[in-house]
T-cell receptor
Framework: DQQVKQNSPSLSVQEGRISILNCDYT??????FLWYKKYPAEGPTFLIS?????DKNEDGRFTVFLNKSAKHLSLHIVPSQPGDSAVYFC??????????FGAGTILRVKS | NAGVMQNPRHLVRRRGQEARLRCSPM?????VYWYRQLPEEGLKFMVY????????ESGMPKERFSAEFPKEGPSILRIQQVVRGDSAAYFC???????????????FGAGTRLSVL
């Protein structure tokens, strides 16, 4: 039972353009959502988060949008840079408890 | 990832041996989480500990796996009598505060890659 789904295994984007990574969830009790970036042979690095009481959170080039009615969130990266190439994981939690991760999306930013 | 230290980074064991994975949380963090990542999959929660207490072990196999976070020293994930299916990357995360509090961000270590021959 996959409670958090990232349906795109990979995404390829030109440098300078926008990257949009999507995530869907099924558990309506999730109230906190996070995005992590992961390079090979390293641990996940926290990028940005959003609480269920908000619909948008922005931090520099990264913006996360939350659509609670659709149980959908997305991460926008503008402008995309080659150093952004990594695996991006969406994660969700209930009351800040254990994280439930999606399977990840591989982002490739071409220069 | 600076601050959450995991060792060893790589661990090779033969079937039937024991594996011990260690995790030192970030300074000031008293909440530790262990996750496992199988190839081509996302991270899966195993266990959540505070100092000297297991809070949630709902993701941990009932047999052969155990975890502890003593008053002094690192958290330890122990796998007894390893099998090939235990081969995976094991990640530890720490947070400065527990659940039910806003912005409970978990910070991850670099992981231990366990290979069972």
């Amino acid at each position: 039972d996959q409670q958090v789904k990232q349906n795109s295994p990979s995404l390829s984007v030109q440098e300078g353009r926008i990257s949009i990574l999507n995530c869907d969830y099924t558990n309506s009790m999730f109230d906190y959502f996070l995005w992590y970036k992961k390079y090979p042979a390293e641990g996940p690095t926290f990028l940005i988060s959003i609480s269920s009481i908000k619909d948008k959170n922005e931090d520099g080039r990264f913006t996360v949008f939350l659509n609670k009615s659709a149980k959908h969130l997305s991460l926008h990266i503008v402008p995309s840079q080659p150093g952004d190439s990594a695996v991006y994981f969406c994660a969700a939690s209930e009351y800040g408890n254990k994280l439930v991760f999606g399977a990840g999306t591989i982002l490739r930013v071409k220069s | 990832n600076a601050g959450v230290m995991q060792n060893p980074r790589h661990l090779v064991r033969r079937r039937g041996q024991e594996a011990r994975l260690r995790c030192s949380p970030m300074k000031g963090h008293s909440h530790v989480y262990w996750y496992r990542q199988l190839p081509e999959e996302g991270l899966k929660f195993m266990v959540y500990l505070q100092k000297e207490n297991i809070i949630d072990e709902s993701g941990m196999p009932k047999e052969r796996f155990s975890a502890e976070f003593p008053k002094e020293g690192p958290s330890i994930l122990r796998i007894q009598q390893v099998v090939r299916g235990d081969s995976a990357a094991y990640f530890c995360a720490s947070s400065p505060r527990g659940p039910n509090l806003a912005k409970n961000i978990q910070y991850f270590g670099a992981g231990t890659r366990l290979s069972v021959l």
